[in-house]
């Protein structure tokens, strides 16, 4: 069993930063891609942010130059910096991994609860 909790979500005016930060535990032999998601009320969940294994990473358009994704390889961790923020970012942020599991060698995705981000104008 694979899980993935996310902090860092809060209240933040308009202009703000915010860092959110994604931590991997459980049966993990390997994590390929992880990312992260947003949902905001009424709209479908979207892809913000993915990094690779290798260190490749893609970004939403809407969020490019203000987000940034990294990965702490040692610590199963991942971070969103969230800078320049609007409140069109208001949403609840997911994250997600692609994570082979070290008991059995399946390959499956998880998901985070998920953490409430709301920008204020």
């Known amino acids: 069993q694979v899980q993935l909790v996310e902090s860092g979500g809060g209240l933040v005016q308009a202009g703000g930063s915010l860092r959110l930060s994604c931590a991997a535990s459980?049966?993990?032999?390997?994590?390929?891609?992880m990312g992260w998601y947003r949902q905001a009320p009424g709209k479908q969940r979207e892809l913000v942010a993915a990094?690779?294994?290798?260190?490749?990473?893609n970004y939403a358009d809407s969020v490019k130059g203000r987000f940034t994704i990294s990965r702490d390889y040692a610590k199963n961790t991942m971070y969103l910096q969230m800078n320049s923020l609007k409140p069109e970012d208001t949403a609840v942020y997911y994250c997600?991994?692609?994570?082979?599991?070290?008991?059995?060698?399946?390959?499956?995705?998880?998901w985070g609860t998920g953490t409430l981000v709301t920008v204020s104008s």
């Open positions: 459980g049966s993990i032999l390997r994590i390929n891609v």
């Open positions: 997600n991994a692609n994570v082979q599991n070290a008991a059995d060698y399946y390959i499956m995705d998880y």
């Open positions: 990094m690779t294994s290798g260190g490749s990473t």
